[in-house]
């Protein structure tokens, strides 16, 4: 159907009545002239878990954010009720957490627990109204409300809930009185989402909840969403834990739509949505097959087009066109005349009417799109065949104080090298020393000198630039020179209509994309990356895996993406310890 939830043939939905808790009717989004999407139609029941896909800037944090209550859909609504008509709690995630910076680690977590509180407080009041009157319904009624409220938000072993919740996320070793303005950003990714799970939402929306998570923390995460009590939706680039958590997929790209219901504009934009019950890695088959049958149908329908219009110039005429009556009379010629006008014109018009349905039935062309140009785009041969030195780094007991522990390793021209170890040992910190933009505090590191060595750090800075547009933030990054010799459409990673917007109004991931051909736009000897998967798109994560092993330099990485780490053919280098 155009618009709304597609049903898609040959997959299997639930008979099971459920009551919804979450359901989108008809719901649009523009931003000014900027249409993110138009048309979304879709239910969650209690306890399904949606996975939400699409490219950078398809929409889906926007989706999120209307799901919230923090933006208003253009058309459509938003229904978020219980079966008794009460408006239900909405937890959501942002990738940029907020706080207020003064506060402490020990008040956020508080903070988090007061509705658990509350209700403890409400269990207890309705027990002592009802000891004093048991014969009384009302008091009944309360007590009972109370303590289906209590259990179903687990307002028991309150304390012990939060030790395990920050444990489980890897932030048992913070320091409670310590305020939110010295944590680290992954610290605070981490305290958010503590904070988000120790509330107990009724509804769960989570917008890159995997990224500054370990495989500890990963683990956490999932055993706690697979038992979460109400409806669930994850905007997430970690495939993995796409394909272990949800058991729906929701994809915003666009999919097949007729000419009569394209928007005006020329940018491809979302028109509903396309539903699919089961996991990332089967909805991968089922997209593949889908763009393909999409491709063929189109080009059949072109070929009918033009078969259609052809036939129309064709007949213009009936039987020979030399051909001529028996009889030179002139109201023969005039009848033979007429007749031949009449079919010519009954022809042309069913023509002309089977075009003109065909053109309008006619499928949208397939979008073609955005395809990343590796890693090496800028790279010469010449440049990638240059002889480099054996080694590009050897260091022997390095550390920095607090924040790396002693280690040693050589890296050699042409490495690929994958870091990996949990949270807080010291991957950041030493991507940056080997960068030098941090020097170690004791032990012994030698760079050669005469390679170069840049790096993608993970999170995008753009500040007082972010009210330029991508192209002019680009030129000034890249300088206009080397802008004119490999231009911001070079890399495949920004469309032509989003080079024109300001970055404010870029998604995360698409300022994470431009941050990336700025890092390319120089050849660089040494490739530092770090954790270069978060905030991309799930294609573009794909492509980016596939560009690494073509890199002809030496490329570092460090990731807890466990689809990259588990198909990763190059170096390792763990770090076990945590810095005291």
Same mark, same amino acid.
């Given at each position: ?36 999407? #138009? ?109 289906? #409220? ?28 310590? #305020? ?288 330029? #547009? ?111």
């Amino acid at each position: 159907m155009p618009g709304g939830e597609r049903q898609l043939t040959g997959i299997i939905v639930s008979s099971t009545q459920r009551f919804t808790h979450l359901k989108v009717s008809g719901i649009s989004k523009s931003f000014g002239h900027h249409r993110v999407f #138009t048309d979304i139609s879709f239910s969650v029941a209690q306890r399904e878990r949606v996975g939400v896909i699409g490219e950078n800037g398809s929409g889906k944090s926007t989706l999120l954010r209307l799901l919230a209550g923090e933006l208003t859909p253009d058309t459509g609504s938003v229904e978020t009720l219980t079966s008794g008509g009460e408006a239900l709690n909405v937890g959501f995630l942002r990738q940029q957490p907020q706080f207020i910076e003064s506060h402490t680690v020990a008040e956020v977590l508080e903070h988090s627990v007061q509705r658990l509180r509350c209700a403890q407080v409400d269990v207890e009041a309705a027990a002592q109204a009802f000891a004093v009157a048991p014969e009384q319904s009302r008091a009944m009624n309360r007590y009972v409300t109370a303590l289906d #409220t209590a259990e179903l938000l687990g307002a028991w072993d309150i304390d012990s809930r939060i030790e395990t919740t920050v444990h489980g996320l890897g932030l048992g070793d913070l320091i409670r009185h310590h #305020t939110v303005a010295n944590l680290s950003g992954g610290q605070r990714a981490r305290l958010a989402l503590a904070s988000l799970l120790l509330s107990r939402p009724d509804i769960l929306l989570l917008d890159e909840p995997t990224n500054h998570l370990d495989d500890e923390a990963l683990a956490y995460l999932t055993a706690v969403l697979t038992a979460w009590h109400g409806p669930v939706m994850i905007v997430s680039h970690d495939r993995a834990f796409l394909d272990e958590t949800v058991d729906s997929i929701l994809d915003l790209d666009p999919a097949p739509q007729t000419v009569a219901a394209q928007l005006p504009d020329e940018t491809p934009v979302s028109v509903g949505v396309t539903r699919f019950s089961g996991s990332y890695s089967e909805y991968l088959r089922f997209r593949q097959q889908a763009r393909q049958r999409w491709e063929h149908q189109y080009r059949r329908e072109q070929d009918e087009l033009k078969r259609l219009r052809t036939a129309i110039e064709h007949s213009q005429t009936v039987g020979h066109s030399d051909w001529k009556p028996r009889t030179e009379s002139r109201s023969a010629k005039k009848f033979y005349a007429d007749r031949n006008a009449k079919v010519v014109s009954r022809r042309v018009n069913d023509a002309r009417t089977r075009l003109a349905e065909a053109e309008r039935r006619q499928l949208v062309q397939p979008p073609s799109p955005l395809t990343f140009q590796g890693l090496d785009i800028a790279t010469t041969e010449t440049q990638a065949q240059k002889p480099g030195p054996e080694w590009v780094v050897r260091a022997k007991n390095i550390g920095v104080a607090s924040r790396l522990q002693p280690i040693s390793f050589t890296i050699e021209t042409g490495d690929h090298l994958l870091l990996t170890g949990a949270n807080g040992t010291g991957k950041s910190t030493l991507l940056q020393v080997l960068a030098g933009e941090l020097l170690p505090t004791h032990g012994q590191l030698e760079r050669t000198e005469e390679l170069t060595y840049r790096i993608l750090r993970q999170e995008s800075t753009w500040g007082e630039q972010a009210d330029l #547009t991508a192209r002019v933030g680009y030129e000034q990054a890249v300088g206009i020179d080397r802008a004119d010799t490999l231009p911001l459409a070079t890399y495949g990673l920004l469309s032509p209509q989003d080079e024109h917007r300001p970055i404010a109004t870029l998604s995360v991931g698409q300022q994470r994309r431009l941050d990336l051909a700025v890092l390319l736009a120089h050849p660089t000897d040494v490739l530092l990356l770090d954790e270069p998967t978060n905030h991309l798109s799930l294609l573009l994560v794909t492509e980016l895996e596939l560009s690494l092993g073509k890199y002809p330099g030496t490329v570092i990485v460090a990731t807890h993406d466990r689809w990259l780490r588990e198909r990763w053919h190059g170096k390792q280098l763990h770090l076990h310890t945590k810095p005291l």
